[in-house]
Each structure stands twice: as structure tokens, then as C-alpha cells.
């Protein structure tokens, strides 16, 4: 079945007459048992373990993980209560001290504080290279080096890296590559075909699309998903709610044709923000201005929603913005229907989430300017996206 599809019915249970259509949730924590069943230790589950306790897993649950895996090509997938707990689920688990951590030098900014202080303090060795630059990945690779990590599109500058390229190169040295396809959505990119071992998403952002449900997931083979269910969800305690998996599952039958309304909507305006006179810079991997437009081309097939630029007089033009968009949102997150806006200094990345120094520091504000402006942008009409974007950064 083609994506659209998937979307609709992947993994949904057989038919019968009086069966409800739309996936039922089931809120229940605890579930009937036998004795011989299933133990009371996480170290007893088997892959073909009843339902016991929610923690565990939950039939709505494993309707969106099964779902999910579906979508991304791949065996399993495994839920979470935040994409943040799906990431440091995943970095827990495959990661030990003296081990290294190689994470791309632009990314979420919750991943890069987690792995530079809270790893750290484990005794994580953990170093960030630019993961478009495929020498200088090579190069950053270590005897100990067990996990490259990256993010593409990397969250705020929408900058690009080569999965199958990073992929070689890990398996190489031995190590796994993990990639946060939240922005791309596996409507775009499938990281599992292009060689990645983990795929992680928050399903907060584009999956659920109305902004009124929190969750991630990890999503690889069936073996190393049900070793990471044990200890990232079973012993952590990360799992997602019922409630939650069912918002984000309603938010799945629509994804397909969301994304191809985002991706409309944000040619429109990078577009507009391309020929404005009061912007420096326009990134967007549909641009044929993009420095990776032809890597997008090859690896993406919708360029999503994301769109991002600098301009001169950033803080104050960040102001007006706020003060007075009537359509657009000054808020964080994305890929919600809505669309939003939100002004992310240079120094809030360079100084304060990643410690960049030197060339890394200079390239990220080569990129950026002062800081990057982050659009979502959403479903309304593109036109009145324009017509207030206009008004705004009017004088």
C-alpha cells in the first residue's frame, strides 16, 4: 500500500460486522492475566506477550506503533511520551561510558543540552561535527565512537545531510546511525531504506498536526526495538499515553495530504521571503537557492513545511513580528495546522546549547547572521500568510 493508504488503514484489526471504523481508545492500565501468561519482571516479555499493564504496551499504542513502522518501510516501532524521551531513550540504551556520541553540530537544542551535559556526567564522550561535510565526519570518528546522530532537515536552519553517505560511514567504523526525521516526516524521507539503524520522530509536531498531543518514537528492527522497549520504556518509565497515541493516530489518517498542503504553502512563501528586500537569506530544500537543493531533490520526496531566514535588525524586526502578525502565531513547536513564527538568536545555539568555537561558531553565523527566523508554516491560505507577513515587517 502507497503512504496515503498506510496512513489510513496500516496494521488496523480484522473486519467484522458491528467493528468500529475508526481505532477505538482503550484507557485501560492493567489487563486481564493468566499465571502462565506472562511474569511479573519486564525480563519475562516475549515478543508475543498479552497486554499487562500499560507501561508495557496498550492495544492503542501498538495500533500507532505498528503504524508508524508501516510508514517508515521498517519491522517496529516503539512509542514514547515526548520525542525528547524517545531520543534520550535511545541514547541511554546504546550508549555506555567510554563510549562517543557523534551528533551533528546543528540540531534540536533539548538533544544537543542533553548530550553535552547529561551524558557527560556518565562519562559519554560526546563531540559535534557538521554532518553535511562528509570528510570531517570521517575524520571525527573514534575507536569508542558507538552512535552518529543527525537530524535532516536539522532544526532551525533546515540544513541537510546524506543518510546513505552517513550510513556507510558509520557501519564502517562499526558504529549505528540514528536520524531525527521529524521534519520530514516519513512522507518525505524513509531513513531505514537509506541504511539508518534508528529513526526518530516527535510525533508533537507534523504526525499529531493539531498541536494537542506530546509524543515520540524510535522506529528500526524488531530485535533491538524490543530491547530498547525494556529498558527506555519499561525501566525509564518514558512510555505515551493512550489518549496521546490516539490524537497522534487521528493525526496520521491526514498526514499524506497535510504534507502536501505544508509543502504548497512554504513554496509560497520563501518565495515572497526570497524577493523581500528586507530579508539577507531564505532557506528552504525546495529552493533551488538551497546550497543542498540537489541533495533534497534525491532524498526528499515533499520538502516540507519548514522555512527559515535571517534579516538584518533581527531583535527588532523579532519585536514587530510578535506585536503585530495577526494570522501567524509568535509561538515555538511546528507542524501544526496553525502556522507559526518564532526569532532564535545566533547566540541562544552558538553559546548556549552547542558551545560552538571557532570555525563552527563562524559558519553557524555565516549560515544564520544574528539569528534565524523559523517558520511552520501551516494550512491557511498562502495568500493571507503573505499579506500578513507583508504588513508586519512594513515599516
Not at 532544526?155 to 558504529?175: R, S, V
Not at 528586507?278 to 526528499?300: D, T
Not at 513547536?333 to 560552538?356: C, E, W
Request: charged letters at 20%; a negative charge.
Amino acid at each position: 500500500m502507497r503512504p496515503a493508504t498506510l496512513a489510513l488503514h496500516a496494521a488496523e484489526p480484522a473486519r467484522a460486522i458491528g467493528a468500529p471504523v475508526t481505532p477505538p481508545l482503550v484507557t485501560a492500565t492493567s489487563f486481564h492475566t493468566d499465571p502462565d501468561a506472562i511474569g511479573f519482571s519486564a525480563n519475562d516479555l516475549g515478543a508475543d506477550a498479552p497486554m499487562f499493564y500499560t507501561r508495557w504496551g496498550n492495544p492503542t499504542v501498538a495500533l500507532l506503533e505498528q503504524r508508524l513502522a508501516a510508514l517508515e518501510g521498517a519491522e517496529a516501532a516503539l512509542g514514547f511520551a515526548s520525542g525528547m524521551a524517545a531520543t534520550a531513550g535511545l541514547f541511554l540504551h546504546r550508549l555506555a561510558p567510554g563510549s562517543h556520541l557523534l551528533l551533528s553540530d546543528v540540531c534540536y537544542a533539548g538533544v544537543a543540552e542533553f548530550a553535552l551535559e547529561t551524558l557527560a556526567r556518565y562519562g559519554v564522550a560526546v563531540s559535534s561535527v557538521d554532518m553535511s561535510d562528509l570528510a570531517a565526519v570521517a575524520g571525527a570518528i573514534r575507536p569508542g565512537t558507538r552512535l552518529l546522530h543527525v537530524e535532516t532537515p536539522a532544526n532551525p536552519i533546515l540544513k541537510l545531510a546524506d543518510i546513505a553517505a552517513l550510513a556507510a560511514i558509520a557501519h564502517e567504523a562499526g558504529a549505528e546511525l540514528s536520524v531525527d526525521s521529524t521534519l520530514a516526516t516519513p512522507v518525505a524521507t524513509q531513513p531505514i531504506a537509506l541504511g539508518a539503524d534508528w529513526v526518530i520522530h516527535s510525533l508533537t509536531k507534523y504526525a499529531c498536526g493539531h498541536g494537542d498531543a506530546l509524543g515520540g518514537a524510535v522506529i528500526g528492527r524488531a530485535a533491538p526495538i524490543a530491547a530498547l522497549r525494556k529498558e527506555a520504556v519499561i525501566h525509564l518509565g518514558g512510555a505515551i499515553s493512550p489518549f496521546a497515541a490516539w490524537l497522534i493516530l487521528r493525526g496520521l489518517e491526514t498526514l499524506p495530504a497535510r504534507m502536501a498542503l505544508h509543502e504548497r504553502n512554504a513554496r509560497s512563501v520563501a518565495d515572497f521571503l526570497s524577493a523581500h528586500p528586507r530579508i539577507r537569506r531564505v532557506y528552504w530544500p525546495g529552493l533551488e537557492s538551497h546550497p543542498q537543493h540537489a541533495l533534497a531533490k534525491r532524498q526528499m520526496a515533499n520538502f516540507s513545511g519548514m522555512v527559515s531566514f535571517s534579516a538584518d535588525d533581527d531583535k527588532n524586526l523579532a519585536r514587530r513580528l510578535a506585536e503585530r502578525l495577526t494570522i501567524w502565531s509568535y509561538a515555538v513547536s511546528l507542524g501544526k495546522a496553525q502556522s507559526l513564527l518564532f526569532h532564535i538568536p545566533a547566540d541562544d545555539v552558538v553559546r548556549g546549547s552547542f558551545r560552538l568555537e571557532g570555525a563552527a561558531a563562524a559558519a553557524y553565523r555565516d549560515w544564520t547572521g544574528d539569528g534565524t527566523f523559523r517558520l511552520s508554516v501551516g494550512l491557511e491560505d498562502p495568500a493571507d500568510l503573505i499579506e500578513d507577513l507583508e504588513q508586519a515587517i512594513r515599516d
